[in-house]
């Protein structure tokens, strides 16, 4: 044990710990064999959903991984050892997989609920520390965990094998995941609040303005102000009979007309004002995000954008504030 007198040594201790923590993980990896491969095909095979237990800390592991396979696509739950022996065994099914994290194979609270597993048909995964023990036994799979110390001073606390435990599982997780191709829009599907989420799903329709404030080609410049106003974007669409969209008329349009006009600005029309090809024009399906980058990935960054549907008809606009306050950002 680091002579408890001096500060540097604690931060030696530290450092030497992330180290030994690090090194399980990559004998874990070297250890990784046909036996990997066979806990994958039940996991990609199960028709049901995962199961995954622990007792202590390796419950803790049990309960991530459960939330890592649910969030990658991978419909599983943390089922707590002493629960199953009461009741809880009920939520397992013949159609699922059973994955048991135990460091020393031997807990009893795992044990108790084999005989029922098997009962069922269930086949068990465990991610293990001793090869040699009943759990490793009686699994049909097992995944090699083992490490040569705890970084605990006194060798006790679960330290180094709860890292090595969890690497294992998420490397099982991810392999699984690689493996059935999920996609990052599925991915975001059950991500839906994070931004991740929100970049891959959310779209223009769920952010635009749908009151669009419009004018004629033969509008007066008067009432092309008046629409600029009332619709509080500093921008208004110039629209046909039908609702197409015919150009865009921004506060920089009508400031740069008037500078360039002679005579009296105010006998100018929209269609002397308008842009008729506005930079950036988008569509109600288009990611939000898409749009976002459109708008501000400019060489002069554009603050609204009128929106199209398929017949090219006018039906909302969006600014870039609206994409930010989103949480796109």
């Known amino acids: 044990m680091p002579d408890q007198s001096s500060r540097e040594t604690w931060l030696t201790f530290a450092q030497e710990a992330l180290g030994v923590e690090a090194e399980a993980i990559l004998h874990a990896a070297a250890r990784l064999d046909g036996s990997f491969l066979a806990a994958l095909d039940l996991l990609d095979g199960c028709r049901g959903k995962i199961v995954v237990s622990g007792v202590g800390k390796s419950g803790i592991v049990a309960r991530k991984l459960a939330a890592t396979l649910t969030s990658t696509g991978a419909p599983a739950v943390f089922l707590h050892p002493t629960e199953a022996m009461h009741g809880d065994l009920g939520l397992v099914a013949a159609e699922d997989v059973l994955i048991l994290i135990s460091h020393s194979g031997e807990s009893e609270e795992l044990l108790g609920i084999l005989p029922a597993i098997a009962a069922r048909g269930v086949p068990i995964i465990s991610i293990i520390g001793n090869l040699t023990s009943t759990l490793a036994e009686r699994s049909s799979v097992h995944l090699d965990a083992s490490i040569e110390r705890e970084i605990c001073p006194l060798n006790l606390a679960p330290t180094a094998s709860v890292i090595t435990a969890l690497a294992v599982g998420d490397a099982l997780a991810m392999a699984l995941h690689g493996r059935r191709g999920l996609k990052p829009e599925d991915y975001a599907l059950n991500h839906p609040g994070g931004r991740l989420g929100r970049r891959l799903t959310m779209r223009v329709a769920d952010v635009m303005m749908a009151t669009v404030p419009s004018v004629g080609l033969d509008a007066s410049l008067l009432d092309v102000l008046g629409a600029i106003s009332a619709g509080y974007v500093g921008a208004a669409c110039v629209l046909d009979e039908e609702g197409g969209l015919l150009g865009l008329i921004t506060d920089n349009d009508v400031r740069r007309s008037m500078q360039s006009t002679e005579g009296n600005p105010l006998h100018l029309t929209a269609r002397q004002v308008m842009n ?42 969006v600014r870039v504030h609206d994409l930010v306050r989103a949480g796109l950002a």
């Open 276 to 317: 008729p090809a506005p930079a950036v024009v988008l569509t109600a399906n288009q990611l939000a995000w898409d749009a976002l980058n459109l708008l501000e990935n400019r060489p002069r960054a554009i603050t609204v954008a009128p929106v199209v549907d398929e017949d090219g008809r006018c039906v909302g606009m």
